[in-house]
């Protein structure tokens, strides 16, 4: 049995080095980014970080100077308000899609796959000429519609598979007990459907939190930014000041949230892809 392990280790060596290598120097970087964004200028380019002290002034000047509390807060509610309109409008079409057999179906799941292909650059002019003419430039509200529009046909594509593999049963039951359509989604296919329903949601947690370009053609007013273009005015502002110790702290801020939700919830994207991938 010794022998069997040891032998199965040495197999695997050779693919765990390279893994363990990346990782190691993975920590090593973000570990070096979080001190430089606690030290001065000056410690950071005579590589002594934190050689004058723990500076959290660099954190707070961000918020108290920059109104990076505001940017923060725009994203907040853009992502949040993206992942719910997402969810409510990918759902009930994937459901449909996957469950219901009409005439057309192969047409719209084909366009609902093409939309996934159509480059984000080849629809921002009519979209954004779309705006204008509704006088909604420089809103909120076009952002959280952008996003919803452009990341519904992949919330499809990624929700159908999960819908046509839940049992007819679950349906059956429910007619069998009154329900009508409409309250079987709601009460039985949704909550069957989670494993899908949350791993969509960090994806477009992830996504739109981290969002650049149609946030900078969108978002063109101050006081409608997000924190990614928050970062992009101070990154500037500050290298031009040679405040360095402020760059990554505005670093920092941007991707903690990303970070952590990836880390508390790896575990359920993992298994709402395992899921997905067997039952599709």
């Excluded at 080095?17 to 430089?36: D, H, K, S």
């Excluded at 725009?74 to 949040?80: A, L, R």
């Excluded at 670093?251 to 919830?265: E, G, I, K, Q, T």
């Amino acid at each position: 049995m010794r022998s069997r392990t040891a032998k199965r280790i040495g197999s695997l060596l050779p693919a765990y080095i390279p893994l363990y290598a990346w990782l190691i120097f993975t920590i090593i970087l973000f570990g070096w980014v979080i001190l430089a964004s606690l030290s001065t200028t000056r410690d950071i380019f005579t590589n002594s970080l934190l050689g004058s002290g723990i500076h959290w002034s660099n954190y707070s000047g961000l918020f108290k100077d920059q109104g990076m509390g505001r940017y923060f807060a725009n994203s907040v509610v853009y992502t949040v308000v993206s992942c719910i309109g997402i969810i409510a409008v990918a759902a009930p079409a994937a459901y449909i899609l996957g469950r219901a057999r009409f005439r057309g179906r192969a047409l719209a799941s084909t366009m609902f796959m093409s939309a996934l292909a159509i480059p984000s650059i080849l629809i921002t002019i009519p979209l954004f000429s779309v705006f204008v003419a509704l006088k909604l430039t420089g809103s909120v509200v076009t952002l959280v519609i952008v996003y919803i529009c452009t990341n519904v046909p992949f919330g499809v594509f990624f929700l159908t598979g999960f819908f046509s593999s839940i049992p007819k049963e679950f349906e059956e039951s429910a007619a069998m007990d009154g329900c009508g359509p409409i309250r079987t989604f709601v009460s039985i296919i949704l909550p069957v459907a989670q494993p899908g329903i949350v791993t969509l949601s960090i994806f477009n947690f992830l996504g739109v939190w981290n969002e650049y370009f149609y946030a900078l053609i969108f978002a063109n007013d101050s006081s409608a930014r997000t924190l990614a273009l928050s970062l992009q005015s101070i990154v500037y502002g500050f290298a031009n000041t040679g405040n360095y110790g402020g760059i990554f702290a505005a670093c920092m801020v941007v991707f903690l949230p990303s970070f952590a939700v990836y880390l508390f919830v790896s575990k359920r994207i993992i298994a709402g892809l395992t899921v997905g991938a067997v039952k599709g």
